[in-house]
């Protein structure tokens, strides 16, 4: 018995759609951030997570770094108002505070080397 090509190829597209799905809906793991104190280097770290938000470095010699978990963004209010000429205003208007309470802090010691880390989320 022979498959008709249109149908072959439906067979094929659903295929590639239903694996494209499934291999799509996976999540990495979080960070176990316990298993990289004492090896994790704080290039490494920017490596990985970009230059940090905040940085400090204290009277001991550690530095303790934060970045921030989620992007800063503030809400806002679209009044509708919208103008693309030669003064482009526009009718947003922020709304409250814009601040990102969401950090991931991450401790370095002399070495620059990852000695502790705390997140707030």
Known sequence: MKINPALKFSLFVILSLVTAFFTSCTTTPPIDWNSRVGHYTY???????????RQA???????????SARPNVAPS?????????????????????????QMLQLTFGTNDVLTAWSKNY
Do not use: H, I
């Open 43 to 53: 290039e490494q770290a920017v490596a990985e997570l970009g230059r940090p938000n």
């Open 77 to 101: 209010v679209n009044s509708g108002m919208s103008y693309y000429g030669s003064t482009g205003f526009t009718g947003n208007q922020t709304v409250g505070p814009g601040g990102n309470d």
């Open 57 to 67: 470095k204290l009277s001991d010699g550690t530095t303790v770094s934060k970045w």
